[in-house]
């Protein structure tokens, strides 16, 4: 909530600091335990996370006075009374305007969230999404009326959504109508209103659904306790699916629980078995009269007397894994108060008693140290095993250093243990509202470095080694394959599809288990891969993000992300791209003009000579006053004169060769723009351009030339040429992306090398500075560049413009993390990361999470098992069968083959031994040894010595083993095979 925002938080907790506290709080430290108040304990580091909210502890009794200050109470502990918490909520919710009551306990493995904004409550956003818009293709004129929009993408509209339309020509009635409720009819299509009294549809249009305001009325805690269900009919929220008609039973032993409190004023002590015995027959009798008098119950034969055992046994214990779980939960419930997103309807309930060790012979007894709840859950050797961990964490980001704050709690790595934590970047303003370790003074630092200092600082004997090196291919002489395999598990904490993949691949060849999580603003997942067990990432990776064709972003945008993407792409072209081809040319001129003429067409290579002559001439001049005639010639070429020739070569009225209408669909007629000075959105791309054009090109600018007033007026004196249609190709598809000037392109090139030639004598390298995009930087105009761009390029088109949050979030391609979703998602994370520190075996043990927060929605699943590869009747890559050898193998299992040994003698041992000739030998993309295509002497000599051969580098010293991948055939009947990897052990 402090990190977040927001005018005032006050923390109420008198209770004394414990030594046990230290292992679930990681503001307490061990010298205060025992000296002051939680509250106290933690109100310093607290205030650092947020210099501009009010952070206060309440050292006076909580009264009604005291609770009409605010418009949100949260209670996460039992430290008062329970029939005074029912006081509370019920004046909360009894006030005018009902201040928002969360109820949030973590009782050992098991917790809960209750939430109740009042009687009544308006829901304005119930998803948080953004709305979705189509293109119209065609209405029906009929009862109800049946829209269809343009094929190029399917709608994403649900039944019952409202939709509102806007540009319709012809059915002009639907763009003044209320928004309107829709049936969904198929991918293209929906029935809306009655539109047979409406004029006919002739064109175009778009159609967007609507957020529609909800009213939920929400129980107060007392009565939702005794009845939490709305109706019969209704069920709680079931999270787990792997035990059906958990959440009833732990509702049931929760009131059992409060009935033991109330009645004993303490919590069940840890591990009193007879104190537990008392909650279960509490539950059982609860359970029995509500049943009596038709009320809320568990079947008796379903009631399961374990799960609310292992409730009592350690409802004292607090455990950081739980802690951060239904942190992030409750503070996500607190947000919604405002009415965005879909509170909690109200209560959640979850456990993860399935992580408790098996069998009886477990050591609980408190060591009187931090880890004492801990212990007191999981006993002495599961604490043992999570100090000796061998880990490799890739990423510091949210993920990370929520992670790195678990780990110092948990006490993971703090014996004989060590954790690799590697991350190459470093920390930026935006990444402070999103984790608890980094502040204002650490921007710019390393994040590897700051998260691994911070956590060793709360638990000094966190043995931790930072560093800023990829995990990928080009550093496997740093994270060797003795490194990997001296692991025992490997974290993902990164955003990205590659890096995930490689980690995968790098698990799956060392058997090693890979826990990894990801984030999407509320949305969270987790992913448990375990050698052997279940299926690698790879096997179900995350889809790649959605992209544009890039006909549609130069010619033809219909949407706003359409223009940022184009801002975006102008920014990389004028300020990053061409500088660095210019510091390339002028550094070797025949090298560039080799290298590039190889990887483009004539007309791409003209382009690019064309944009290095123009940067040169502009470097020659080196004043500023040059870099705002730069900036205003762009705007005159970006959003009048391309304009301009787009709607010369294709008039508004355009028909192609059948007759239709060449601007519909997806297509939108575009407008010019003519300069303005006193349009902001004008002077900003004008000044934010010349700006960025002087850095590149290392211009000084006096402080006076940086006003607008001066840019403007240097501006307005631009001579600019009068328009001239040319003769021009546009790219119409996708796969054509250049604008092909007619004309004789040998000749144009031919001059262009010529007056590069001469114009760049004198330049150097290091006269240009290209600029990479950067997104949190206020000051240097890179947002305001995309932003202006994009919107100037939207009013082109008649798109609806968007504020500087969407063109920051779209063209710094942010993948939103929010600490409430991070905190939720790594209390799952830890859970199974002290099951795999057991070595659980069963795939039922485990949880694979998927969870939107914003709905809010929880599913927790046994992960999928290995994928196990079978014979085919028919393979349609091969074009016939394919017998796999072993069948129902998976990707784990591997050939295991100690060098040196040549191609003839692996041949032979595979004959021998699976009964199949081979045609080909692989290793990774080289093609060692092919039937028919490579010297046959290739085959005598020893596997190592033909890869070096073939890739014409030497083997690192570091390299222990091979991946060698056969194409073979069986030998009675010459069917394809699929086979295991071969793991070949290198004998240097």
């Not at 039973?249 to 002590?269: D, M, R, S, T, V």
């Not at 394919?882 to 299992?893: D, L, N, Q, S």
Request: glycine residues 6%; proline residues 5%.
């Amino acid at each position: 909530m402090i990190l977040t925002g927001g005018k005032q938080v006050t923390i109420y907790d008198p209770t004394m600091a414990r030594i046990e506290d230290v292992g679930s709080n990681f503001y307490i430290s061990e010298a205060q335990a025992g000296k002051v108040s939680r509250a106290e304990a933690a109100i310093g580091q607290l205030k650092e996370l947020n210099p501009y909210m009010d952070v206060n502890v309440l050292k006076e009794p909580i009264s009604n006075d005291v609770l009409k200050r605010y418009s949100l109470v949260f209670v996460t502990e039992l430290i008062l009374p329970w029939a005074e918490m029912v006081k509370m909520n019920e004046f909360c919710r009894s006030q005018p305007q009902p201040i928002g009551f969360i109820l949030s306990l973590t009782l050992g493995l098991y917790g809960n969230t209750f939430v109740d904004f009042g009687p009544k409550f308006v829901v304005k956003d119930t998803t948080g999404e953004s709305t979705n818009s189509y293109i119209v293709v065609f209405v029906s004129k009929e009862n109800p009326g049946v829209v269809r929009v343009h094929e190029d993408k399917k709608h994403a509209f649900n039944e019952g959504d409202w939709v509102k339309f806007r540009e319709i020509e012809g059915m002009t009635e639907l763009n003044d109508a209320k928004p309107v409720q829709i049936k969904v009819v198929d991918k293209h299509s929906f029935s809306i209103c009655d539109t047979s009294q409406f004029k006919d549809y002739v064109k175009g249009g778009i159609v967007e659904n609507v957020k529609m305001p909800v009213e939920l009325h929400f129980k107060s805690l007392a009565q939702s306790l005794e009845q939490p269900l709305k109706s019969k009919d209704d069920c709680l929220i079931n999270s787990d699916l792997r035990v059906i008609g958990r959440a009833e039973q732990l509702h049931i032993g929760f009131c059992a629980i409060l009935k033991y409190y109330e009645k004993h004023n303490a919590l069940p002590e840890l591990n009193n078995k007879a104190q537990a015995e008392e909650v279960v027959k509490l539950a059982q009798e609860i359970n029995k009269a509500n049943e009596a008098k038709d009320g809320f119950h568990v079947n008796e034969k379903e009631f399961d007397a374990e799960v609310v055992r292992n409730m009592a046994l350690y409802s004292r214990a607090e455990i950081t894994s739980m802690c951060s779980f239904f942190g992030g939960v409750a503070a996500q419930e607190g947000f919604k108060c405002v009415g965005k997103y879909t509170p909690l309807q109200q209560w959640l309930h979850y456990d993860c008693f399935e992580s408790l060790p098996p069998g009886k012979e477990v050591n609980r007894k408190p060591m009187n140290s931090r880890y004492d709840d801990l212990i007191s859950i999981y006993g002495q050797e599961v604490l043992e095993k999570l100090q000796n961990l061998k880990l490799l964490m890739v990423g510091a980001g949210a993920l990370g250093c929520e992670l790195m704050k678990a780990f110092a709690l948990l006490g993971v790595t703090t014996k004989g243990g060590h954790l690799t934590l590697t991350d190459n970047d470093n920390i930026e303003l935006s990444n402070l509202s999103r984790q608890f370790l980094f502040r204002q003074k650490d921007i710019g630092q390393s994040k590897s470095k700051t998260a691994s200092n911070v956590a060793i600082k709360s638990n000094p004997k966190f043995n931790v080694k930072a560093m800023t090196e990829f995990v990928a291919p080009s550093t496997e002489h740093i994270f060797t394959e003795d490194f990997w395999e001296g692991l025992d598990m490997i974290i993902g904490a990164v955003d990205n599809v590659k890096a995930r993949m490689y980690m995968d691949a790098k698990c799956v060849w060392h058997s090693k288990p890979l826990i990894d999580a990801g984030t999407l603003g509320t949305k969270a997942n987790t992913q448990v891969v375990l050698p052997k067990i279940t299926q690698s990432y790879s096997d179900s990776m995350d889809p790649e993000e959605e992209t544009f064709p890039m006909c549609t972003i130069r010619n033809f945008p219909n949407l706003i992300e359409h223009t940022i993407e184009w801002g975006r792409s102008q920014f990389e072209g004028y300020f990053n791209e061409t500088p660095r081809n210019a510091a390339d040319y002028v550094k070797s001129p025949e090298t560039f003009l080799k290298r590039t003429g190889q990887g483009t067409t004539i007309t791409g290579l003209i382009q690019v000579l064309k944009d290095i002559l123009e940067l040169l001439r502009l470097k020659k001049v080196n004043s500023f006053d040059a870099c705002v005639k730069f900036a205003r010639e762009k705007f005159q070429e970006n959003f009048y004169t391309t304009i301009a020739q787009l709607l010369h070569t294709f008039p508004p009225d355009y028909k192609d060769e059948h007759g239709v209408p060449f601007w519909t669909g997806p297509k939108r007629a575009p407008v010019i723009i003519e300069f303005n000075p006193k349009d902001k959105l004008h002077a900003l791309y004008v000044q934010a351009c010349a700006i960025i054009c002087a850095g590149v090109l290392k211009v000084p600018i006096a402080k006076e030339q940086k006003s607008e007033d001066y840019i403007l007026k240097v501006a307005s004196g631009v001579h600019i040429p009068k328009f001239e249609p040319k003769k021009i190709e546009i790219a119409l598809e996708e796969n054509k992306l250049e604008e092909k000037l007619l004309g004789n392109e040998e000749e144009e090139l031919t001059k262009l090398k010529e007056e590069l030639k001469t114009v760049s004598k004198g330049f150097k390298e290091s006269d240009f500075d290209p600029t990479d995009f950067e997104k949190d930087d206020e000051t240097n105009f890179h947002v305001d560049y995309v932003h202006a761009a994009a919107n100037l390029r939207a009013r082109n088109y008649k798109i609806a413009e968007c504020d500087k949050l969407k063109t920051r979030g779209v063209a710094g391609r942010i993948i939103p993390a929010i600490a409430t979703a991070t905190a939720m998602i790594v209390g799952c994370l830890c859970n199974e990361i002290i099951k795999v520190a057991q070595k659980f075996e069963k795939i039922d043990d485990y949880k694979a999470a998927f969870v939107n927060l914003a709905i809010p929605m929880f599913i927790f699943s046994e992960p999928p098992p290995a994928v196990e590869i079978k014979s085919k009747e028919f393979d349609p890559i091969m074009a016939g069968p394919v017998k796999a050898i072993p069948e129902g193998h998976t990707k784990w299992e591997k050939i295991e083959v100690k060098g040196p040994m040549t191609i003839n003698q692996l041949e032979a041992m595979l004959k021998e031994k699976y009964k199949v000739s081979i045609s080909m030998v692989l290793c990774g993309e080289l093609t060692l040894y092919m039937d028919g295509m490579s010297p046959k002497e290739r085959k005598t000599k020893k596997i190592e010595d033909v890869l070096e051969e073939v890739s014409k580098s030497k083997m690192e010293p570091t390299v222990k083993t091979l991946r060698v991948d056969v194409m073979a055939e069986t030998l009675d009947d010459g069917t394809a095979v699929t086979m295991p990897a071969i793991k070949y052990y290198v004998n240097k």
